[in-house]
């Protein structure tokens, strides 16, 4: 699909909409997502604008691979150790609600397994 700039991802990553940031560096933003579904929830967003997990290319490996390696990063920094959970939701079936890639890092209380 194509990327539309006015996405609330895009408008927190130009400055145009406050967030509670907790991490961010040259590829990527990480903040507290507004609707918590666990004592931790955070949003890891690369700053590449790239709608859908589905719509990932060979170029956007390094962006992808850096969310990655960060959220483990961000999750101690947060308290959860090493038990987290890491969820894409890839496509209005799916679940996603913003069209900008993002990745919720899910913490602080166990979590069960299957989710819905
Ligand atoms: P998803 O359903 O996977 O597309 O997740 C989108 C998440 O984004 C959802 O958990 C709620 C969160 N969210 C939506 N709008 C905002 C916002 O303006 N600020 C923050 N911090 N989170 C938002």
Same mark, same amino acid.
């Given at each position: ?14 400055g145009d909409l406050p967030a509670?940031?907790?991490? /961010? ?14 004592p931790v929830h955070i949003l ?28 483990? /990063? ?6 959860c150790g090493d038990a987290f ?32």
């Open positions: 699909m194509d990327y539309d700039d006015q996405n609330v991802f895009a408008r927190i990553l130009r509670d940031v907790v991490y /961010e560096d040259d590829l990527c933003l990480a903040f507290r997502d507004l609707d918590p579904k666990a890891l967003i690369p700053k590449r604008p790239i709608p859908r997990a589905a719509d990932c290319t060979i170029q956007d490996r390094i962006a992808l691979g850096h969310l990655f390696c960060i959220a483990g /990063e961000v999750a101690r920094q947060e308290g959970r890491l969820v894409v939701n890839s496509g209005e079936g799916a679940g996603q609600t913003v069209f900008h890639l993002h990745v919720h890092l899910l913490g602080g209380r166990d979590l069960s397994w299957p989710p819905g």
